[in-house]
């Protein structure tokens, strides 16, 4: 597995452009939207009361070259592009990306580390970008259903370091104990 592309999202809209390297921070990658010890509760922690103050565990968000094939070929579109998922890290070599299990960790060449929280689920966000792009207002629903077990994982950053386009990275599975 390897980073074939790395994305920053510098603004509100979440889109994510293009840079060859980046610095991972505890809490997140330099200079992204989505970096920070804490967020605001949303539609994914229904648990805790909207806009509440709680800590960030998606801090990074991974997708898979190989799952976007899939969803694309799923919806009757060209390519499914990373940036309108607001992914940062796209990874190559990985074809059962969002099977990867809560703990796993993965390590950078300069030691720079994430730990994956959870599988991240499909919402409509990505959907309404991509239903624009193509011109098919279906496709805000039918990416939801499509994406299902394939749309990546965030992570929060265990470890800080330098990360670049073309990174081989380690996979270390979580321990059971």
Not at 30 to 38: K, N, W, Y
Not at 55 to 66: C, E, F, G, I, K
Not at 83 to 97: K, R
Not at 112 to 139: D, H, M, W
């Amino acid at each position: 597995m390897h980073l074939a592309r790395l994305l920053l999202a510098p603004g509100p809209d979440f889109l994510t452009h293009p840079v060859e390297e980046a610095r991972l921070v505890f809490g997140g990658i330099e200079g992204d939207l989505h970096a920070g010890a804490t967020r605001k509760a949303d539609a994914r922690t229904p648990w805790h009361a909207r806009g509440t103050t709680i800590a960030n565990t998606r801090q990074v968000s991974l997708v898979s070259l190989d799952e976007l094939a899939l969803v694309a070929a799923a919806l009757e579109v060209e390519a499914v592009y990373p940036a309108h998922l607001g992914a940062n890290l796209v990874l190559a070599d990985a074809p059962d990306l969002t099977a990867t299990a809560p703990g796993t960790r993965m390590i950078f060449p300069s030691g720079a580390t994430l730990f994956v929280t959870e599988a991240n689920p499909p919402c409509r966000q990505p959907g309404r970008k991509i239903a624009a792009a193509e011109g098919r207002r279906e496709l805000e629903f039918a990416f939801v259903k499509a994406a299902k077990g394939r749309r990546g994982l965030v992570a929060l950053v265990e470890r800080e370091g330098a990360i670049r386009a073309g990174d081989a990275i380690k996979v270390l599975a979580p321990t059971r104990g």
